[in-house]
């Protein structure tokens, strides 16, 4: 692949890199980094469960040659951050994105090592605080997607992109957790009970009683 600066107007190289300056600011450039559940929980600003409804391209608001991406949620649940029943995000992706006349986009791979997002799409997104220009990303890249898996007669569950064993803990444990949120914590299974793994982290984003 051709470096970033390559595929951009050379004038826009000097705003490409203010921006990408605020977004080295933040921790969601580490995504190749394993990261437990109670941390990704800490450092998320919100998790949302909900569906994907809009996928669109467009260019940042203040840096004009700045290809970025809008991902707005249907949302079923706030897990940490503010009531909502819509979220709208934006999400940096170096290049100028096909929105198929207008009528925006079905599916859409932002960044390489992050993970992709599909119109009508039902997860649970983990996401930093935005940066100062405004962006975000999911928590530790494709850990912090989570798919829901459904099948008739059977409890839903959940199951990070980046795999359930990373998720594990395996430092001390808050002590204001039930057993299943601690079970959970220490061996989450190749596929997570979406019951106790949304109590377990609503309970870790409040903190000790």
Same mark, same amino acid.
């Given at each position: 692949?051709?470096?970033?600066?390559?595929? =951009?107007?050379?004038?826009?190289?000097?705003?490409?890199?203010?921006?990408?300056?605020?977004?080295?600011?933040?921790?969601?450039?580490?995504?190749?980094?394993?990261?437990?559940?109670?941390?990704?929980?800490?450092?998320?600003?919100?998790?949302?469960?909900?569906?994907?409804?809009?996928?669109?391209?467009?260019?940042?608001?203040?840096?004009?040659?700045?290809?970025?991406?809008?991902?707005?949620?249907?949302?079923?649940?706030?897990?940490?951050?503010?009531? /909502?029943?819509?979220?709208?995000?934006?999400?940096?992706?170096?290049?100028?994105?096909?929105?198929?006349?207008?009528?925006? #986009?079905?599916?859409?791979?932002?960044?390489?090592?992050?993970?992709?997002?599909?119109?009508?799409?039902?997860?649970?997104?983990?996401?930093?605080? &935005?940066?100062? /220009?405004?962006?975000?990303? &999911?928590?530790?890249?494709?850990?912090?997607?989570?798919?829901?898996?459904?099948?008739?007669?059977?409890?839903?569950?959940?199951?990070?992109?980046?795999?359930?064993?990373? #998720?594990?803990?395996?430092?001390?444990?808050?002590?204001?957790?039930?057993?299943?949120?601690?079970? =959970?914590?220490?061996? &989450?299974?190749?596929?997570?009970?979406?019951?106790?793994?949304?109590?377990?982290?609503?309970?870790?984003?409040?903190?000790?009683?």
């Amino acid at each position: 692949m051709q470096p970033l600066s390559r595929r =951009l107007h050379p004038g826009a190289v000097l705003a490409t890199v203010a921006a990408l300056g605020l977004l080295a600011a933040r921790p969601s450039v580490a995504v190749n980094r394993r990261m437990d559940l109670a941390t990704m929980t800490e450092r998320a600003g919100n998790i949302i469960s909900g569906r994907i409804t809009q996928l669109r391209g467009g260019t940042h608001p203040q840096y004009h040659n700045i290809g970025v991406l809008y991902v707005t949620m249907k949302v079923n649940e706030m897990l940490k951050g503010e009531p /909502a029943e819509t979220f709208t995000f934006m999400q940096f992706t170096g290049r100028a994105l096909d929105n198929n006349g207008g009528k925006g #986009l079905s599916s859409v791979q932002p960044l390489p090592d992050g993970p992709a997002f599909r119109v009508g799409e039902e997860m649970v997104l983990f996401l930093y605080p &935005p940066s100062s /220009a405004g962006f975000t990303s &999911p928590v530790g890249g494709e850990q912090g997607k989570f798919q829901f898996k459904r099948q008739p007669g059977q409890p839903t569950t959940v199951i990070s992109e980046g795999g359930n064993r990373s #998720l594990v803990v395996d430092g001390t444990l808050p002590p204001h957790l039930s057993q299943p949120q601690q079970t =959970l914590l220490r061996h &989450p299974g190749e596929t997570i009970d979406f019951k106790t793994f949304r109590s377990t982290v609503k309970t870790l984003s409040k903190g000790p009683k």
